[in-house]
């Protein structure tokens, strides 16, 4: 089995970002445990070398982050759910299918930290008995 790639320095930035839009600054410097003009600094796409150190810090505050920084709802990703598997008519057969994209998303994102929130929310939907 391949090993897990840890996210890009590209996508470490527009994590944080995304974290600094939602909060600030400060709190979002302080969670990585880098000074907040580093942080201004790595935001900005300022050209710096990433020491070991600093690259396992970002890694962890993204485990630890990650799932709470999407912007999808449960409504929008069981709709894209649903799109992907529309064009096969057996109802049963289709039902499956969304399940199991359910499935493999949970297992991928176990692997990498938190389940975000609507999948969870997806899968509890799924288990419920009314659905």
């Given amino acids: 089995m391949a090993t897990p790639r840890r ?3 590209e996508t470490l ?3 944080a970002e995304r974290a ?3 909060s ?3 709190p979002v410097a302080r969670a990585i445990g880098r000074a907040a003009s580093w942080l201004d600094g790595f935001i900005a796409g300022k050209p710096t070398e990433l020491r070991a150190q600093t690259i396992r810090k970002l890694h962890e ?3 630890r982050e990650s799932a709470g920084l999407q912007r999808l709802d449960r409504e929008t990703a069981g709709a894209a759910a649903s799109v992907l598997v529309s064009g096969i008519l057996d109802p049963d057969t289709r039902q499956r299918a969304y399940d199991e994209i359910l499935d493999v998303l949970a297992r991928a994102y176990g692997g990498d930290g ?3 929130d609507w999948l969870t ?3 509890r939907d799924e288990e419920s ?3």
Avoid: G, I
């Fill in 121 to 123: 929310e997806l899968r």
């Fill in 20 to 22: 600094v839009e939602r």
């Fill in 61 to 63: 505050w993204f485990v």
């Fill in 114 to 116: 938190p389940e975000p």
């Fill in 13 to 15: 930035r527009y994590a």
């Fill in 7 to 9: 996210p890009s320095v």
């Fill in 129 to 131: 008995p009314e659905s």
């Fill in 24 to 26: 600030s600054l400060r």
